[in-house]
Structures are given as C-alpha cells and as structure tokens.
C-alpha cells in the first residue's frame, strides 16, 4: 500500500555566513526522479529506479540514526564532488563556492 501522505526528505545549502540568520537563502539540491516541484512532470524509467532518489524516499520514513548514509550524501554535496552531483538533477552552487 502506499501512504497518504508524502513525508519528504529536502537537501537545501545556503551560502548565507549565519545560516541561522532569518534572511539566509537556502537553495535545494533537486533529484533527477524524486519527487520535488509539482509542476515537474514525473520521471518514467520503468523497469528502473534511480537508486538514490529511491533511497531518498525510503529515508523520510525514518531518522537519519537508521540512514547514516544521508550524513555521507550532505558531506559530498558541501565537498562538491563531482561524482555525487552528477547524480542530482541539479546544483544550486554551481560555479560558485560551497554551502
């Protein structure tokens, strides 16, 4: 069965000094597949899944204790390594510095 509602895992950066500043910009990292934007048209790739955007909707199921593996994903993405990004649909700090 599947759920009525979507809990959603977001991955956001921000290039503010005090990220805890209310006026900080945070800019998400989109998914190729995940859903995200509405407006987007779905993703078909029948028979296949994108693994990471499948994880990434397995983890909004639980904590981040029980998927150790998103720590990892948010510490390539402040690293911007090329292989991690080529896997997300889009960076928002391209050609700029790190979150």
Known sequence: SITKERTEVILQGTSSLDPNDPSAVWE???FKCKPGDLRRRPCFISPYHYRLDWLMWFA????YEQNEWI???AGKLLAQE????????TNPFAGRAPP
């Open 28 to 30: 998400e990292y989109d």
């Open 71 to 73: 720590i990892h994903l």
């Open 82 to 89: 090329e292989e991690t990004l080529s896997l997300l649909a």
């Open 60 to 63: 909004a199921f639980q904590t």
